[in-house]
């Protein structure tokens, strides 16, 4: 039987990155998937005339016209053919107003809100938007992003030795700023509260409030989202799992579907092998793999083979944020129910430490609302539009919810957050729904078999935050010829960072074989 060079498990973001870097570079490739299509979250599903994107919210790091972000950088160089569309803005932020608040006022729609802040892409427009509303807070937005690109530079420079010498000096910045909060890298910057608290719209996609969230972590993201604005593919996130799929067979890697990982074959202590379904057994010298730790921990391979280093790392992270997603086909267009962004963040609290109190309870009144029609008009059926509604869920919020009720309770949460957005925006909604569909966590977890739902992999804390994952990833995985890839992995915040670690792991495996003289 033949013996690849690397079998890449799961065919999610992660492993197709992996998989195609190694194919391309001439690597006898195997990648095996247990569902019938590539993707894992990055897919979609169709109920009646409406085509769904099942997670994907806006991606930080696409691009724009004249330079490549570090998506679209990663498909450029593997040759991924994807169609972008890209919004010139990054998030709205609408914070009703509470009985007795003296900084309440009525908005362009005609509500009473505490915040309503629409903030556009580029670093000068979003500091002076952000001093429009919050005055003095112009030099200390500026100086936040200053800082944050000097430290990306440092942080680039420890992956990439080259570029280290031009880099030196802004070393002890990030050996500084690994360990400060977004609320404390603000508050020694003078940036004013209120500014902090818009400025800080995004932790959610994170998991965790300013409080508690590094600034190193956050301004990853933040910075991509502002220097290029929102990216999605034009036919959905399943586009950029396909055009992977075409990189792959392009460069004659094999790509099995309905295809299992059921045990990881041992010999001499490491990885040798794949059994799939059960009973085929494929052999190799590398191991990808594109799944939760736990989950291989767990399923595929014997305690006794696991590294002690390995199993008290499990057990002593904890998962990350779940969503609850609500999904509407509306047989009105966007313009007729009122939608004029494309993400709507509201909240019952300005305060990112009180928006992550309340989201502790199933549904408090912090909710995200996309309109993909904004981005691309054509995404519906003409007379149509297509709305997302998502909230975070954090722990096993769903442990005391009986299997009798779970319906029930489906329903209830989807009707609160639609009356949520509607009140909050002063739109109808409900009256022109056409088709709907709830994901709870659990639904998250049965089909991306990840703990609880999460599509975040394990929530960053201060001693495994992103600078140590990044410095110790290569001797972090559990063999030497095995490397975990996505969201459980280094910078850990959705789909750029899952592609991020596909390609670092592939890179990886690719200079190991070629240094045997392959």
């Known amino acids: 039987m033949k013996t690849y060079d690397v079998i890449v498990i799961g065919a999610g973001n992660g492993g ?23 993707g894992g979250s990055a897919s979609s599903f169709v109920r009646g005339r409406f085509e769904f994107e ?16 570090q998506v679209e950088g990663m498909f450029d160089r593997l040759g ?17 107003a509470k009985e007795g608040d003296k900084d309440a006022f009525i908005n362009e729609d005609g509500q009473l809100v505490t915040v309503d802040a629409r903030m556009p892409v580029g670093f000068e427009n979003f500091a002076k938007k952000l001093d429009e509303l919050v005055p003095g807070s112009y030099e200390s937005c500026i100086a936040a992003f200053d800082l944050s690109a000097r430290l990306f530079k440092a942080l680039n420079s420890l992956e990439n030795p080259s570029q280290l010498p031009g880099s030196l000096k802004d070393i002890p910045d990030i050996m500084r700023m690994v360990s400060h909060t977004m609320s404390e890298a603000l508050d020694a910057i003078g940036m004013p509260k209120k500014a902090q608290d818009i400025f800080n719209t995004y932790w959610c996609y994170l998991g965790s409030p300013s409080s508690k969230l590094d600034f190193l972590y956050y301004m990853a993201m933040l910075h991509g989202y502002v220097e290029y604005g929102t990216g999605v593919p034009k036919l959905r996130s399943h586009e950029m799992s396909l055009a992977l799929d075409k990189v792959i067979r392009k460069h004659g890697g094999d ?84 939608i004029k962004d494309y993400s709507v963040f509201i909240a019952p609290d300005s305060d990112s430490d009180k928006q992550y109190d309340a989201a502790q309870d199933f549904f408090s009144g912090y909710c995200i609302i996309n309109c993909l029609n904004e981005i691309i008009p054509d995404c519906t059926p003409e007379g149509t539009s297509q709305l997302f509604l998502t909230t975070m869920t954090f722990d096993d919020v769903m442990k005391d919810i009986k299997p009798q009720d779970y319906k029930k309770f489906k329903t209830k949460v989807a009707k609160d957050m639609i009356e949520t957005c509607e009140k909050a925006l002063g739109i ?7 088709e709907i569909e709830i994901a709870l966590p659990p639904t998250f977890a049965r089909y991306l078999n990840t703990p609880l739902g999460t599509p975040y992999g394990y929530m960053l804390e201060k001693w495994d935050s992103m ?14 010829n095995f490397f975990f890839c996505g969201a459980t992995q280094e910078r850990g915040d959705g789909y750029g960072c899952a592609y991020y670690t596909g390609e670092k792991a592939g890179g990886l495996v690719v200079k190991a074989i070629k240094k045997e003289g392959k």
């Open 54 to 69: 099942p997670s994907l919210h806006e991606l930080c790091g696409v691009g724009a016209p004249d330079k490549s972000g």
């Open 467 to 480: 600078l140590p994952r990044t410095i110790q990833y290569e001797t972090d995985q559990p063999f030497d």
């Open 428 to 434: 109808s909604i409900t009256p022109y729904i056409e």
């Open 16 to 38: 197709l990155a992996a998989a195609a870097t190694c194919a391309k570079e001439g690597l006898s490739t195997l990648l095996l998937e247990k569902h019938n299509i590539p």
């Open 255 to 338: 790509i099995w579907y309905n295809s299992e990982a059921t045990k990881i074959i041992m010999k001499d202590g490491k990885p040798a092998g794949v059994v799939i379904n059960g009973e085929k057994e494929v052999y190799c010298k590398y191991i990808i793999c594109n799944s939760y730790p736990y989950a291989v921990f767990k399923d595929l391979i014997d305690e006794k083979d696991i590294p002690e280093k390995q199993l008290k790392m499990l057990k002593s992270r904890k998962t990350a944020c779940a969503l609850t997603t609500v999904y509407l086909g509306m047989n009105k267009t966007k313009e007729e129910l009122g």
């Open 80 to 96: 991924g053919d994807v169609e972008w569309y890209t919004h010139d803005s990054t998030f709205r932020l609408v914070v009703p």
